[in-house]
């Protein structure tokens, strides 16, 4: 079948710009690759994908192009579902014979309810969803394809068998082609990142038990399965050789140093470097530091470090397996190494108070990472936190498809009865206000600055956005 892939548009002006795994909107405008969407569309020849929110097209301009084809499948979220769910309506409605489907952790985990929001969708696809998607395409009937959900003539639902997790992850092919096909590269980009950079997946699962995070416990599970060391060097051997404007790779595996299999990170890192390689990843804080060195030397720049908090309560709550001194002597590693980490921080998680928001900010200061990235407690359904916040009543009945408002901003749901929503969500600015503004914080980004005009104009670009980011926020 003629397929697309898409990434719908918005109605409400959200850009998509953290990626599909938490839809908001940033402090910074930023644009992650739909790599979930390019690995199914690397196994359908003669497929396309189409980011509409990147390419910034109109729904009607995007309802032109998927009118095309005859098999459309798009990746929808909890926050983008109702107009997700509006866009296949509308194409319904201009080609009705078009057989649509979506996939995402949102359909996965309720495929029955989505199914029942629109007749518009004739099949959501379960579990992983690549093989799912090429079988569809191949022409296979919806009865046949294990992992899938559909509606029958009479309108009730039926829920094939589950598909089988991906266990040889080399026998998928490389997303880049895709990337390079289909997609204008230089309209992703991510503020700590070098531009233009691409990221892919070496692995999918996290063996970690994360309370809140959303695609271990709804699509890859909390496995690790990895493409072998070869495989991701091959696939850095053809991003060198057919698109040289790229000048930084960043794996986005959810736990890229797992410890599990450091050999294998050495193994990349030193292929990495014989290619010339700049790259970053995903990175848990507990990395020992002989890897660490072994990463750095091998072209490593940055890592990508979920901190959550600063209170070590919270993290035993959350299930996070870490604790604050074990981050604290990582971090300081990365500063003698020379290696530059953006921390992301996470308010409003089980445990949170007035007090431990304050001692996070404290935290964050005391081990400084370059950049940090200020996040709300999500609630998505499918994880234990959803469950938790349901159960104990920190979240309203029906709230959980508000984890943005009509502009894409994140919102904070959760609210114990010590400490308000309110209070929760107000605490990002204040933690924003207290990190940067400060002396030496801000010299260190000046001296980034003065090493290049290329950064002074990205600097001052992504300035004037974090501060238009506060005042939006603080109203």
């Known amino acids: 079948m003629k397929t697309l892939f898409l990434q719908a548009p918005s109605f409400d002006g959200f850009d998509g710009g953290a990626g599909s795994r938490y839809q908001a909107k940033r402090e910074i405008k930023s644009f992650w690759y739909p790599t979930w969407l390019a690995q199914p569309a690397a196994l359908v020849p ?15 301009e995007s309802l032109r192009i998927a009118a095309e084809y005859e098999l459309v499948i798009i990746h929808t979220s909890t926050p983008s579902f109702p107009t997700d769910a509006k866009f296949a309506e509308l194409l319904k409605a201009r080609r009705p014979e078009v057989l649509i489907g979506m996939v995402g952790a949102k359909v996965a985990v309720d495929p029955a309810d989505s199914l029942r929001a629109s007749t518009a969708i004739d099949f959501v696809a379960r579990e992983e969803f690549d093989y799912t998607c090429k079988e569809i395409a191949e022409g296979r009937s919806l009865e046949e394809v294990a992992g899938v959900s559909y509606r029958l003539a009479d ?16 026998e998928l092919p490389f997303v880049a082609p895709v990337y390079k096909r ?7 980009f991510i503020g700590y990142l070098k531009h233009p950079y691409v990221s892919i997946y070496t692995g999918r699962g996290c063996r970690s038990k994360c309370t809140f995070c959303l695609w271990p416990q709804t699509v890859g599970g909390h496995r690790y399965r990895v493409r072998s060391a070869a495989s991701v060097i091959a696939e850095a051997k053809w991003i060198k050789e057919n698109m040289p404007e790229v000048k930084e790779l960043m794996f986005d595996d959810d736990t890229f140093t797992d410890t599990s299999n450091l050999e294998r990170v ?3 890192a030193r292929g990495l470097h014989a290619l010339g390689w700049t790259w970053s990843c995903n990175a848990k804080a507990n990395v020992p530091y002989e890897s660490l060195k072994i990463m750095k030397e091998n072209g490593l720049r940055l890592l990508l470090v979920g901190y959550e908090s600063g209170d070590d309560q919270i993290l035993h709550n959350i ?16 500063h003698k190494l020379g290696i530059q ?8 998680l089980p445990g949170e108070t007035k007090e431990t928001i304050a001692k996070t900010i404290e935290f ?13 407690a999500a609630p998505y359904p499918g994880t234990t936190l959803y469950r938790q916040a349901v159960e104990n009543g920190w ?5 959980d498809a508000n984890l943005v408002n009509d502009k894409g901003v994140q919102l904070a749901l959760i609210s114990y009865p010590h400490l308000s929503k309110e209070e929760i969500y107000h605490g990002v600015e204040t933690f924003y206000r207290n990190f940067y503004f400060r002396p030496s914080k801000i010299w260190e980004i000046v001296k980034e600055m003065l090493g290049s005009w290329e950064m002074t104009k990205r600097r001052l670009r992504e300035g004037v956005e974090f501060f238009r980011f506060l005042h939006a926020h603080e109203a």
Do not use: W
Request: net charge negative; glycine share 6%; hydrophobic share 35%.
């Open 46 to 60: 003669g497929s396309r994908l189409l980011d509409a929110p990147v390419e910034e097209l109109s729904v009607e």
């Open 155 to 170: 309108g009730d639902v039926r829920h094939n068998p589950p598909r089988a997790p991906i266990e040889n992850m080399d």
């Open 182 to 188: 289909d997609l204008k590269i230089d309209r992703y």
């Open 266 to 268: 050495h193994d990349i």
């Open 319 to 334: 299930k996070k397996g870490l604790r604050t001194d074990i981050a604290r002597k990582f971090t300081e590693n990365c």
């Open 341 to 348: 980490v953006h921390g992301t921080f996470i308010l409003g």
């Open 364 to 376: 964050a200061k005391e081990i400084n990472p370059h950049t940090v990235q200020v996040s709300l």
């Open 395 to 399: 979240l309203e009945t029906n709230q």
